[in-house]
């Protein structure tokens, strides 16, 4: 069982930038896969990023390749997504999640999901 807790979340204008963390309970956080997805007012949740249990492998939305990058510390259980350049349209919930499954891109390989933080962009 995982617990996951996200904070970072906030207004920023666009062009602005904003560092979302992801605590999670659990002796095993390094043994799962970590993804960061999002999810807009009217729209379906949507794939952000993820990173393998060891940090070496990552994917992105080609939507924030350049722009975003996410990490994993172990050592404190957390993985983070540092968001630079943000416009609105990147105006969403941020949900991060836990996989067993390495890093899919796939909201359904994820058996672990946090709360969410809301992030606004203004134009």
């Known amino acids: 069982q995982v617990r996951l807790v996200e904070s970072g979340g906030g207004l920023v204008q666009t062009g602005g930038s904003l560092r979302l963390s992801c605590a999670a309970s659990?002796?095993?956080?390094?043994?799962?896969?970590m993804g960061w997805f999002r999810q807009a007012p009217g729209k379906e949740r949507e794939f952000v990023a993820s990173i393998s249990w060891s940090g070496g492998r990552t994917r992105y939305a080609d939507s924030v390749k350049g722009r975003f990058t996410i990490s994993r510390d172990n050592a404190k259980n957390t993985v983070y997504l540092q968001m630079n350049s943000l416009k609105p349209e990147d105006t969403a919930v941020y949900y991060c999640a836990a996989s067993l499954n390495g890093y899919s891109d796939y909201v359904g390989q994820y058996n672990y999901w946090g709360q969410g933080t809301q992030v606004t962009v203004s134009s």
């Open positions: 659990g002796r095993t956080f390094s043994s799962y896969g």
